[in-house]
């Protein structure tokens, strides 16, 4: 699906067609159905859903760090700057991945390795990929910490990640990720095992980090008020399928499949009455193994549904400009 806003800056990423399966003696789980996603450069992407939605395995399809078992659909390519990521080797793809696109996972402490020191980490990362000599390399880990809102980055070089606070050790994974000047910063979750205090300040640091080095980012996460405050447009997925897609103030303004509707209204609001109950979307996303039913997947959950919906799969198409739902009956206007 192209970018919205088409015009302004080239496409950086382009994702077509890709459908991921995984074999299970159920059969194979469909993780994605057929996602096609044009991201520009120096945009912030959010992609939003519900747990099992198939944001991971987007992310990791594109840094191709799917397990071995992962079955790719062979129509699908992964473009990233003129190269088809797809098609490359894995020793191709070390040249790409942490240098080009970096990435930054839920749990720093997945991300760290507890036996050895957090300079040793950053400094391998930066000999590594940069080839940088020992001294030049303390010193630029020493540079990144600060750059990532860390005091007295001497003594945090020395130090375990067991001994830093959950925010600092994230800290530290973002000063990893963007040790090289990745062009494009995947962050999936980043501050889901944080505290609340925290998460904000993490965002802060990750949007800081954006403008002032101009990169290109994907946020994922569950929640789409953190989307609004973060990225300049969302996608929506649902049940391993992209269904909503536009700059984010028009998934606000005017969201049009019922889903991304639906997930706005379970949103908590400042203007809420004092323990009004929260909307929840009632039932579970459903899980595909071999070839999905026709019918929409969100139809068992939809107040929309029509006998349409159940009969025929919508195709993900665009209604007003740059604005594109999968839907039979999308909302016209909020
Ligand atoms: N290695 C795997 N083997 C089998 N199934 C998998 C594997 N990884 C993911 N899946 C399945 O693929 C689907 C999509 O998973 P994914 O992790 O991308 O969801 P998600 O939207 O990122 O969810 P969460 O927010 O919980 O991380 C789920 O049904 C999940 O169970």
New binding site residues.
Partial sequence: MAAPDAGHGEVLLSVQNLG?R?P?PRGD?Q??DDVSIDLRRSRTLAIV????????????SILRL??S??LVSPTARIVFDGIDLLAQSQAQMQKVRGRRIAMVF?DPMTALNPVRTIGSQLVEGLRLHLNMPSAAAYQRGLELLQQVGINSPERRLSQYPHELSGGMRQRVVIAMAIACQPELLIA??PTTALDVTVQAEILELLQRLQREHDMTMIL?T?DLGVAAGFADEIAV?YA?QLVERAVTQDVFKTPRMPYAAALLRSIPRLDDAPHAELFTIGGRPP?TYGDAPAGCRYAARCERRVARCDAETPPIAEGPPGHAFRCWRPLEWQ
């Fill in positions: 991921v995984f299970t789980l993780a994605l859903g519900e747990s099992g939605s198939g944001k991971s395995v987007l992310s990791r799917l397990p078992k992962a839920q999936d979750e994922i569950h997925m391993g899980t």
